[in-house]
């Protein structure tokens, strides 16, 4: 039988440093991505569009949103080719710098009242270049992250990628914290809400002192010294894994749980025009604590994944977080809090994350290492771009003032996590695959009982400290 040296790229796996630098970017790059979105929710539709009807102008804010996902199959295009053919490292750094620029640049817009359809002209004309950047950093830090990690240990190293989304998220929610509860409702309409966009100017310090310090995988710089990088990698992708690239579409509409927690969610709750009256320093407390808990969640379910697969978590997480989804628009309906924390915390913290942990390692094993991040990149962004129209289209079907509103937003997004659970379970299991056979529909996996003895022994390495830096 082969060794897993005939089939693991040789040269030093950075596997902690690594996974360090794809956490830390992920956190800092989706806080930024992430304050736009609480914004969008709780205060742009009152200063950068115009006054009147209050349907009008949450269906508009929440397009806004969606925006930023318009301009992520463009971004995975131009960015995955560029982490295909200039390597993992590169490509996280731009973008780094785009998204930390842009969101800087909200910051400092000029409301509605001051320059009129300028103000949301601008805003978009950001969020669109936010979508550019984002859609390289998850699918360049996964494969950076997956390309350093020892074999049998993918999911779980991999799965630190979206627990730094997550802790993005929650540092996104929790600058805007202190500002709803403390300042004047005056005050933080005219000038508080620009300081969490400030502040990301951190973000292209710290990242840029981060990233610099990580060294180019070994498979991706087997790959480059043999000479088999694509002069077009995304053609290339989808004449070879289009099957596997539909089916990360599919599945990538599993972004309908956030949008349903953190956007539609905290709309009906504390938007006048549907009458609920959730403070708004109250309500995003529900994410915070949410995402908190999904923290903790994300590395066992990512070690889970390499015990028994990819596939079963990917399922039960969608179809589960799907049906809680009814649960917890019902507690906002009655305007019970502490029962809406209890069903977030089940959905989004606990039940969802049984696709969010895993898709991390899941996709990028789908491809392989000469393709990995073009394909990952545009499939993955394609799916949430479907997923972008999900805010304003929940604000038309469901607006102020219309009855059934839990069962209407529930039933579309059972509906939808069932097709991206179909997905997960035609798709073949990767976890058993050694890194150089990825991609390849004909690759045999390791015999299970061989797996966990290499698995076993990479545990041991790591608890004595000799794991590869």
């Known amino acids: 039988m082969a060794s897993s040296h005939d089939h693991e790229p040789a040269g030093r796996h950075q596997t902690r440093k690594a996974t360090a630098s794809g956490w830390i970017g992920s956190a800092l790059e989706y806080y930024d991505f992430f304050i736009y979105a609480t914004a969008a929710s709780l205060i742009f539709p009152q200063i950068f569009l115009p006054k009147g009807d209050p349907k009008t102008a949450i269906v508009a804010s929440l397009a806004t949103y969606g925006a930023g996902y318009v301009a992520r199959p463009i971004g995975a295009f131009f960015l995955g080719h560029w982490g295909d053919t200039h390597g993992r490292k590169s490509v996280l750094v731009i973008c780094m ?3 930390g620029f842009s ?3 909200v910051g400092l817009l000029p409301t509605y009242d001051q320059v009129g359809l300028l103000a949301p002209a601008l805003l978009v004309l950001l969020r669109l270049i936010q ?8 699918s360049g830090a996964s494969s950076m992250i997956l390309e350093h990690a020892p074999f049998g240990r993918r999911g779980y190293f991999a799965s630190f990628t979206l627990q730094g989304v997550q802790a993005g998220q929650i540092l996104a929610a929790a600058v805007f914290l202190p500002l709803a509860h403390y300042m004047p409702t005056e005050a933080f309409s005219s000038w508080g809400w620009r300081i969490p966009f ?20 070994p498979a991706f710089a087997e790959v480059s010294e043999a000479g088999k990088m694509p002069r077009a990698p995304m053609v290339q992708a989808i004449a070879e894994s289009w099957r596997d690239m539909l089916r990360v579409i599919c ?18 709750a504390v938007q006048p025009g549907y009458g609920i009256g959730f403070s708004k320093d109250v309500y995003l407390w529900i994410p915070v604590l949410g995402n908190i808990l999904a923290v903790l969640v994300i590395p066992l379910v ?32 009655i ?22 942990a895993v898709f991390p390692s899941f996709y990028p094993e789908l491809y392989p290492t000469r393709t990995r991040v073009s394909a990952m990149a545009i499939s993955l962004n394609l799916g949430t771009l479907v997923t972008a129209v999900l805010p304003a289209l929940f604000a038309t079907v469901a607006p102020p003032g219309s009855t059934n509103i839990p069962v209407v937003i529930g039933s579309i997004t059972l509906a939808v996590t069932a097709v991206a659970a179909a997905a997960a379970w035609s798709s073949r299991e990767t976890y058993r695959i050694y890194m150089n056979d990825l991609g390849n529909a004909n690759a045999v996996p390791v015999e299970a009982g061989e797996y966990q003895r290499h698995r076993k022994q990479t545990l041991r390495q790591t608890r004595l400290g000799q794991a590869a830096m």
Do not use: C, K
């Open 97 to 99: 710098f785009l998204m």
């Open 103 to 105: 969101t800087v640049a």
């Open 131 to 138: 979508g550019f950047a984002v859609a390289g950093e998850i």
């Open 198 to 217: 400030l502040l990301s100017f951190i973000v292209i310090v710290a990242g840029w002192i981060i990233r610099r310090e990580v060294d180019e995988t």
């Open 251 to 268: 599945m990538a509409l599993m972004n309908v749980i956030p949008v349903v927690t953190s956007i539609f969610g905290a709309a009906y």
């Open 302 to 333: 990512g070690s889970l994944s390499d015990r028994i697969g990819r596939r079963p978590p990917i399922i039960v997480g969608a179809l589960s977080s799907g049906l809680l989804s009814f649960g917890y628009l019902y507690a906002i309906s």
């Open 335 to 356: 305007h019970n809090v502490p029962l809406a924390v209890v069903m977030s915390l089940l959905m989004w913290g606990v039940v969802y994350q049984g696709y969010n």
